[in-house]
């Protein structure tokens, strides 16, 4: 099994900065094979995906609403991925989780796909 906490997340103003960070423990070995991601659920809406990153980090995909805006990366080192977001928006409140799959090189939006999730952690981005 792996596991995955979030942190980093909070109240912000609108136009601010925030980096989530989410560690991997558990199943050590296979870390650094796992594809790694972030999706994010609104109050009454689906769990949507934001970004990913393929285990090497070499490859990264980001959803259209958060391009320019929003970076992943990872530090295999540290078992942890990031996301850091600028310019925030209210429309970017939501509850953030972490998510990774046994697939290292796969980007996918689907949140079917993915194996282990974190509990989540709130953003929530004041006007």
């Known amino acids: 099994q792996v596991q995955l906490v979030e942190s980093g997340g909070g109240l912000v103003q609108a136009g601010g900065s925030l980096r989530l960070s989410c560690a991997a423990s558990?199943?050590?070995?296979?870390?650094?094979?796992?594809?790694m991601g972030w999706f994010r659920q609104a109050p009454g809406k689906e769990r949507e995906f934001v970004a990913a990153i393929s285990a090497s980090g070499g490859n990264t995909y980001h959803v259209d609403s958060v391009k320019g805006r929003f970076t992943i990366s990872r530090d295999n080192a540290k078992n942890t991925v990031y996301l850091q977001m600028n310019k925030l928006k209210p429309e970017d409140t939501a509850v953030y989780y972490c998510?990774?799959?046994?697939?290292?090189?796969?980007?996918?939006?689907?949140?079917?796909?993915?194996?282990?999730w974190g509990q989540g952690t709130q953003v929530t981005v004041s006007s």
């Open positions: 998510a990774a799959r046994d697939r290292p090189l796969d980007l996918s939006t689907v949140r079917a796909h993915w194996d282990y």
């Open positions: 558990g199943r050590t070995a296979s870390r650094y094979a796992m594809g």
